[in-house]
């Protein structure tokens, strides 16, 4: 026990140290098991009697020892096994009777004071500093007692710890790699891409904090940014870059670019949904669990990684989905398509990215083509109770791009067409037959089924959405770039996920009604690399007979005013959109975490009771409940399924290849395929409904994925 516990304060300590909480962290990690002193625990290890609690003993000790900076250190070492609990149930754990544990500080040796922590800067969201303090302390020790554990049960393992590439290495190859992509540098857009990444990286030179890089889809954003936060890592020291997408659709696709650029052994992608980590046994008792978990505590320099997984990640109270926030701090995080984050969680995610820049040395880049209005001064985020207003203070002259203004006209690829009257399904199926190299998207899976089937007889006819597994998609989207290059037709039917790192190029694209950044997004599918003799065709329509998504509304609604525009995708009518989107809401309906909201009920209490697990039962970034389902497409998951059945613990090689094999499904249409029999459990006894397999072949169309009727229930 000596040596776990001074491994554990070693490693914990030294994970907090360039975050200010070092000797915080070396004191959980020596505190953290000393129950197991007890007897009663001994006797345990030894085969007898069932396991008492070990973890409320070190959090009691920290209480007593240093009083209520104790406090914070209660909440990490009583949660190092549960998770981060409420303020009240730490009270309960802590008047608790325990067992008796007796010469603990025989294996901890004195402990040493702690370190004031005056040094942290206030966020502006009252007692946010402290919360996430405990947090990050917490992410130091558990991953420090996850690492110390996979050491002592397998000393001669060989999962990569260390060996990356530095991150100067990795600005040398990036900078080789763009050179060899640039040439042509002053001709058209070309010319522009390179002023654009010339502009960034200069930049990264500025100070660490929060940046905006506001550049036209097309403008060569991914790369420029990616330059800039390798070059702004070198030069301050920071440890790696972690780049957020919005969709998992896109992810295969931006780590891929930046594995061709870097090398495969720096990047690592990290997914939600059918996540191996997450569906590990609880309490597996050879340590296969911590074992596993290990390996995806971002140490990797380049993280590639969804908006779900980053965020949630940061209100999280499991140790497994806490263990890697240590890691977000002194990193450059780029948030792709920054304007997609939900509007009920944006209050509590900009208090988020602003306290990673404040106290923990990040660097936050909003790397988007239509920059949401976050900046104060912007004036477009609503004020709290007529005081203070929302938003985060970035100066103009850290954002980088060159003259945004300019750009967007440089750029401007493609002119806006708003119909005035809505189009059945029949009209874009007419419209369909005259063009032969055209997108729709429109706003439901059950729509682009629909829609899809009015066209399906045409040459060229193709169908997109999350319904088709994403090794599915990537492949129905290799074709369609082939055949775009070779001028062959391409009908495309799409919903939305084609619109966010998507790169290809139609000469027309229609967009059914939504907000003004999906548009905007739409129209970088258009004459994308400005080839055609003139401007692009977009095409803005209202779907006959068709409501919209419950999920759209407040966003069409916000963009009327913009779409009557000169110009509907220039900066203004941007700003007006996103003005009109956060007033319409009010500074309440932006945090969702309103138990009374989660900066509300840190100001309704005390630093002694913050609501963790609360807090991390209320953040999600997506409302609706989806549930993976797997799919053998063409046979090409056989053999992994044949594993996973054999394995009483998921391989992480077949967890990894199932993910590309999975449909994302709401809980309603889940438990409709469940009762049904069209899913079938794998593995029941060991998994439980962990992995569904959808067992009947007709369920699954080899154009447009799982088969469902227009009200999105299962056809059998």
Not at 252 to 263: E, I, P, S, Y
Not at 272 to 281: C, F, T
Not at 492 to 497: G, I, P
Request: net charge neutral; charged share 20%; proline share 5%.
């Amino acid at each position: 026990m000596s040596d776990h516990l001074r491994d554990v304060a070693g490693m914990a300590g030294k994970f907090g140290d360039p975050l200010g909480l070092g000797v915080w962290a070396h004191v959980a990690g020596l505190l953290h098991d000393i129950g197991k002193a007890s007897d009663a625990y001994q006797s345990y290890i030894r085969g007898k009697g069932s396991s008492p609690d070990h973890s409320t003993a070190g959090a009691r000790e920290a209480v007593q020892q240093f009083g209520l900076p104790g406090r914070f250190l209660a909440f990490a070492i009583a949660g190092h096994h549960a998770g981060l609990a409420d303020g009240k149930m730490l009270n309960e754990r802590l008047c608790k009777k325990l067992e008796k544990y007796t010469g603990w500080e025989a294996y901890t040796g004195a402990l040493p004071a702690l370190t004031s922590l005056a040094d942290k800067r206030r966020n502006p969201e009252k007692n946010f500093s402290q919360a996430f303090f405990v947090r990050m302390l917490f992410s130091c020790l558990v991953d420090a007692d996850f690492l110390a554990t996979e050491a002592f049960y397998s000393p001669g393992a060989t999962l990569k710890r260390d060996g990356f590439s530095a991150i100067s290495t990795l600005q040398t190859r990036l900078a080789r790699f763009m050179a060899g992509i640039t040439k042509d540098q002053a001709l058209g857009l070309n010319g522009l891409r390179h002023q654009i990444l010339t502009h960034a990286v200069a930049r990264a030179e500025l100070p660490p904090g929060l940046f905006t890089m506001t550049v036209p889809t097309g403008g060569g954003k991914t790369l420029a940014s990616l330059s800039f936060a390798l070059r702004h890592a070198v030069k301050h020291g920071l440890c790696r870059v972690i780049y957020v997408a919005p969709y998992t659709s896109i992810i295969d696709q931006t780590a891929q670019v930046f594995k061709n650029a870097l090398g495969d052994e720096d990047v690592l992608e990290h997914h939600s949904g059918l996540d191996w980590e997450e569906a590990e046994k609880e309490g597996d008792p050879d340590g296969v669990q911590k074992l596993r978990n290990a390996t995806e505590n971002w140490v990797s320099p380049i993280i590639v990684t969804t908006a779900v997984q980053f965020f949630e990640s940061l209100f999280a109270a499991k140790p497994s989905a806490c263990r890697k926030l240590h890691n977000m701090a002194r990193s450059v995080i780029v948030l792709d398509e920054a304007q997609t984050l939900p509007l009920p969680v944006l209050r509590p995610c900009l208090a988020a990215l602003e306290e990673l820049t404040l106290n923990y040395g990040a660097s936050v880049v909003l790397c988007t083509a239509t920059q949401p209005a976050w900046r104060r001064q912007d004036g477009a985020l609503p004020s709290i109770k007529g005081s203070r207003q929302l938003g985060l203070d970035i100066p103009q002259s850290r954002e980088l791009a060159p003259d945004p203004v300019g750009l967007f006209a440089a750029l401007k690829r493609v002119r806006v067409e708003v119909l005035p009257s809505p189009v059945t399904d029949a009209d874009i199926a007419a419209r369909f037959a005259e063009q032969e190299r055209m997108l729709c998207i429109v706003n439901s899976r059950a729509h682009a089924k629909s829609l899809f089937d009015e066209i399906a007889a045409l040459p060229g006819a193709r169908h997109l959405t999350t319904l088709m597994c994403a090794a599915h998609r990537s492949e129905v989207l290799t074709q369609i770039r082939e055949d775009l290059a070779d001028q062959r037709p391409v009908r495309l039917v799409a919903t939305s996920l084609i619109e966010a790192g998507v790169d290809i190029d139609f000469a027309e694209v229609w967009r059914a009604r939504t907000g003004l950044d999906s548009i905007a997004q739409a129209a970088g599918r258009c004459n994308r690399e400005g080839k055609q003799a003139g401007l692009g065709r977009v095409v803005v329509f209202t779907p006959a007979a068709r409501q919209a998504p419950k999920a759209f509304r407040a966003f069409a609604q916000a963009a009327e005013g913009a779409l009557n525009m000169p110009d509907p995708l220039g900066l203004d009518a941007v700003h007006r959109y996103f003005r009109e989107l956060y007033f319409n809401r009010g500074a309440e309906r932006l945090d969702a975490l309103m138990i009374d909201g989660l900066p509300g009920v840190l100001k309704a209490i005390s630093d002694a009771d913050l609501p963790f697990a609360s807090i991390a039962e209320a953040f999600k970034l997506i409302d609706e409940t989806m549930r993976g389902v797997i799919v053998n497409w063409q046979g090409r998951v056989t053999e992994a399924l044949a594993a996973l059945r054999a394995a009483p613990v998921p391989p992480r090689n077949v967890m990894r290849k199932l993910q590309l094999f999975t449909v994302p499904v709401p809980e309603a249409m889940w438990k409709v395929l469940r009762a049904s029999g069209g899913i079938q459990p794998i593995r029941p006894e060991d998994y439980g409904e962990r992995f569904m397999l959808v067992e009947n072949s007709r369920l699954y169309d080899d154009t447009t994925g799982l088969l469902t009727s227009d009200e999105g229930v299962l056809i059998f």
